[in-house]
């Protein structure tokens, strides 16, 4: 059986995505770093603005990729809608390095770049709706190497951009490369995505609106959605308060937060790689939940850290179970809807916007009652459960799948 490197690289129907979402990376990581000095500290935008700005954007985000991935579903063709939502993101990032106002900033974070931000379930569908003809362990390895090329480029842009951007006395310029990203997009899709064959009609085009939305809120997913978001909420919590922790309970510096923010993105591509090969033995539930107790391990780790080195020596710990957390739920949630590529792709979406909210409600309570420390010790507790409810969840053989 090739690897799933290999079938990356023979099958155009999957290689060109890929690639697109390699480019993709670097809209999302030369502008995300920079986008609160952009807006609160240059545009001067106030605090309860910018949050309220990135809220609703979120929102946006989520119903523009659950609308485009059930309308995607009901395409023969999902180029052209690639072609758009890149043309999208080449307006929303350059107007706002090129007009550089707090109206086109708004306008742009809460319009055009949330649309733009839906490409990235829509390539995933592109890919699954390839992958689907194949056996299960290996679409499962393909997804999960997709997914660490992405990061990749993710660890590898923030790096490229700073220094690019050292002695710039504004960070405008880096919506400017995220511009171009998305034209690096536009002309992947342009000229190396073969159009689908004429009469290649998708079995979904009859599908209503509301019955897709049906299947999204069905019990039966939505439960789910919601334990992927609960172990998706770790690794987002880790990025908030890890960085607490290395500046007051290790007494670290911003220096150490920087460093180890960079190698443990370096080091996941190779951990999602290697989950990857597993699921091809493996259920994709089983290695997610082995890697989300590696995830738990960690955290209860880090809640000890009292020095630098400590939180340096956790850093192989903290990508293995952090790429697990990242690479394999994609699969997961595309199978509860296997039959609909886009609509379960989208379901990335929503399983991230709920997981920001769980991140939030966990630090909220955590430094209600406890430190920092105190806090990643709790995010382990809710790891754990989370865990125990997958696998409980699990334990029954899935339903039949149903057209809608």
């Not at 995505?17 to 670097?26: I, K, N, Q």
């Not at 630098?308 to 957390?325: D, E, F, H, K, M």
Request: net charge positive; charged share 10%.
């Amino acid at each position: 059986m090739p690897s799933a490197f290999s079938s990356i690289l023979r099958d155009h129907q999957i290689r060109v995505p890929t690639l697109t979402l390699v480019a993709l990376a670097f809209t999302y990581a030369s502008t995300m770093p920079y986008q609160s000095i952009i807006g609160i500290n240059e545009l001067g935008l106030s605090d309860r603005t910018y949050s309220g700005l990135i809220f609703l954007a979120a929102l946006v985000n989520v119903a523009t990729s659950l609308t485009l991935g059930i309308w995607s579903d009901r395409l023969s063709d999902r180029r052209p809608l690639v072609l758009a939502l890149s043309v999208s993101g080449m307006l929303g990032f350059g107007m706002i390095y090129e007009f550089r106002t707090a109206g086109v900033f708004i306008f742009g974070m809460l319009v055009l770049i949330p649309i733009s931000n839906s490409t990235y379930s829509i390539l995933f569908a592109s890919i699954r709706a390839t992958t689907n003809t194949m056996d299960r362990g290996r679409a499962a390895a393909i997804t999960s190497t997709v997914r660490a090329l992405f990061s990749g480029s993710w660890a590898l842009a923030p790096g490229l951009i700073g220094l690019y951007l050292i002695n710039s006395q504004s960070m405008t310029p880096a919506y400017g490369i995220a511009g171009l990203a998305s034209l690096t997009c536009f002309c992947l899709y342009l000229f190396f995505a073969k159009p689908a064959p004429v009469g290649n009609a998708s079995p979904s085009q009859q599908v209503g609106f509301s019955s897709s939305l049906g299947r999204v809120f069905s019990p039966y997913v939505l439960v789910r959605v919601g334990v992927m978001a609960l172990l998706l909420g770790l690794q987002r919590l880790n990025s908030v308060v890890s960085p607490l922790i290395i500046t007051h309970a290790a007494g670290g510096t911003v220096v150490d937060v920087g460093f180890m923010a960079g190698l443990t993105a370096f080091l996941e591509m190779p951990f999602m790689l290697m989950w990857g090969a597993l699921q091809r033995r493996l259920r994709s539930v089983h290695v997610l939940a082995v890697g989300a107790l590696i995830y738990c391990l960690y955290l209860v780790l880090l809640s000890f850290a009292s020095a630098p080195w400590q939180i340096y020596a956790l850093v192989l710990i903290n990508a293995c179970g952090a790429a697990a957390i990242l690479s394999v739920p994609i699969t997961y949630l595309q199978d509860l809807i296997a039959d609909r590529p886009g609509l379960g792709s989208s379901l990335v979406s929503v399983n991230t916007f709920i997981a920001n909210g769980i991140s939030a409600s966990i630090f909220a309570a955590g430094t209600a009652f406890t430190g920092y420390s105190g806090t990643a010790l709790f995010a382990a507790i809710v790891g754990l459960a989370s865990v125990g409810l997958l696998l409980f969840l699990e334990r029954a053989p899935r339903p039949v799948r149903q057209p809608a």
